[in-house]
């Protein structure tokens, strides 16, 4: 069962804090498994299922179009598992020593699959380049109907995803890397045919040299994402100028907003701290809803921490100062 509160203190006539925590910040683990999480599992079972195949497949062919299409299903598999793993851990309650509860375990984990790729990549290009100066025989039939397998597989996995929420941006990032492995089986599958019926057998390392720039993609953009995250970055699509001027506008009673940050603990989880100069001090509660309202209803930041400065801002230091005025 989830749970909200908010609660504020003032100190002497100095500032006060409140604090808002959305519905899902505490979220306790269910008993049973989500209908996302079963959608999410099955997906990923399929997947690793395939990448075995295809792997083995790949090794009694010689087709090295297969292997990187492997290794690009074990990306998918590896996304895949986190997604589950994390919608199963953000549902795991805070505790003292984490009082922001596991949510960030999939970013770390993604940071360091990200990293893995790169020297995957490299295999893939030493060993295609060999290959085109030194064609090997390849079993065109095997090739082509474990290519075909892989590329009903993935149909079945994109069919399994397809409906999420728009906003569950977890099972979107997953389906987005089945969508690059498809692309990757239709590639294997051309190669299989070129192979079999032209007697190209360059097609097979020029395009695993594709799929490979496919697996560059993902990884470059999941170790950027995820390195932005645990730099605390803003997240994506906000901007905080934008922020400040809407939270000027939530209410009358504020004056001022300033000393704003934003950032997020995972896909999704996002949070904010603010400053607030009110022009009446006693109307601190209606100021505090405002803003937790704007927050959360425009810009998706569920938890969210507001101090109300009473007078001058207290942290000149950090920057309070800076915060442009708008009376």
């Given at each position: 069962?989830?749970?909200?509160?908010a609660h504020?203190?003032?100190d002497?006539?100095r500032?006060g804090?409140?604090h808002?925590?959305?519905?899902?910040?505490?979220?306790?683990?269910?008993?049973?498994?989500?209908?996302?999480?079963?959608?999410?599992?099955?997906?990923f079972?399929l997947t690793?299922?395939?990448?075995?195949a295809?792997?083995v497949?790949?090794?009694?062919s010689g087709?090295?179009?297969?292997?990187?299409?492997?290794?690009?299903?074990?990306?998918?598999a590896?996304?895949?598992?986190?997604?589950?793993?994390?919608?199963?851990?953000a549902?795991?309650?805070?505790?003292?020593?984490?009082?922001?509860?596991?949510?960030?375990?999939e970013?770390?984990?993604?940071?360091?699959?990200?990293?893995?790729?790169?020297?995957l990549?490299?295999?893939?290009a030493?060993?295609?380049?060999?290959?085109?100066?030194?064609?090997?025989?390849?079993?065109?039939g095997?090739?082509?109907i474990?290519?075909?397998?892989g590329?009903?597989?993935?149909?079945a996995?994109?069919r399994?995803?397809?409906?999420?929420?728009?906003?569950?941006?977890?099972?979107a990032?997953?389906?987005?890397h089945?969508?690059?492995?498809?692309?990757?089986?239709?590639a294997?599958?051309?190669?299989?045919l070129?192979?079999r019926?032209?007697?190209?057998l360059?097609a097979?390392?020029v395009?695993?040299?594709?799929?490979?720039?496919?697996i560059?993609?993902?990884?470059?953009?999941?170790?950027?994402?995820?390195a932005?995250?645990?730099?605390?970055?803003?997240p994506e699509?906000?901007?905080?100028?934008?922020?400040?001027l809407a939270?000027?506008?939530?209410?009358?009673?504020?004056?001022?907003?300033?000393?704003?940050?934003?950032?997020?603990l995972?896909?999704?989880?996002?949070?904010a701290?603010?400053?607030?100069?009110?022009?009446d001090d006693?109307?601190?509660?209606?100021?505090?809803?405002?803003?937790n309202?704007?927050?959360?209803?425009?810009?998706?930041i569920?938890h969210v921490?507001?101090?109300?400065d009473?007078?001058h801002c207290?942290?000149?230091?950090?920057g309070?100062?800076?915060?442009?005025r708008?009376?």
């Amino acid at each position: 069962m989830s749970h909200s509160h908010a609660h504020s203190h003032h100190d002497g006539d100095r500032h006060g804090h409140a604090h808002e925590h959305g519905a899902h910040d505490h979220a306790h683990a269910g008993a049973g498994m989500s209908g996302r999480e079963r959608k999410l599992l099955v997906a990923f079972v399929l997947t690793a299922l395939m990448m075995v195949a295809e792997a083995v497949g790949g090794l009694w062919s010689g087709s090295l179009a297969l292997l990187a299409d492997a290794g690009h299903m074990l990306v998918d598999a590896l996304a895949l598992l986190l997604a589950v793993l994390g919608a199963w851990m953000a549902r795991r309650p805070a505790d003292a020593r984490r009082s922001y509860g596991y949510g960030r375990v999939e970013v770390l984990a993604g940071f360091l699959n990200a990293l893995t790729q790169f020297a995957l990549v490299a295999f893939i290009a030493y060993e295609a380049i060999e290959r085109l100066f030194t064609p090997t025989p390849i079993l065109s039939g095997v090739m082509f109907i474990v290519a075909l397998a892989g590329l009903l597989v993935n149909v079945a996995v994109l069919r399994t995803l397809h409906g999420h929420d728009h906003d569950d941006v977890n099972v979107a990032g997953a389906a987005l890397h089945v969508l690059g492995d498809l692309l990757g089986s239709v590639a294997a599958v051309l190669a299989a045919l070129a192979v079999r019926w032209l007697g190209w057998l360059w097609a097979d390392p020029v395009l695993s040299l594709l799929v490979s720039l496919l697996i560059l993609n993902s990884a470059w953009r999941l170790l950027r994402r995820s390195a932005h995250i645990l730099l605390e970055g803003v997240p994506e699509g906000l901007d905080t100028g934008e922020i400040e001027l809407a939270l000027r506008e939530a209410d009358a009673s504020i004056s001022d907003v300033h000393h704003l940050h934003v950032w997020q603990l995972a896909s999704g989880s996002r949070m904010a701290t603010v400053h607030a100069q009110l022009r009446d001090d006693s109307h601190g509660a209606t100021a505090i809803a405002a803003i937790n309202r704007v927050l959360g209803e425009r810009f998706g930041i569920r938890h969210v921490t507001v101090q109300i400065d009473s007078g001058h801002c207290p942290d000149h230091a950090q920057g309070c100062a800076s915060g442009r005025r708008s009376d």
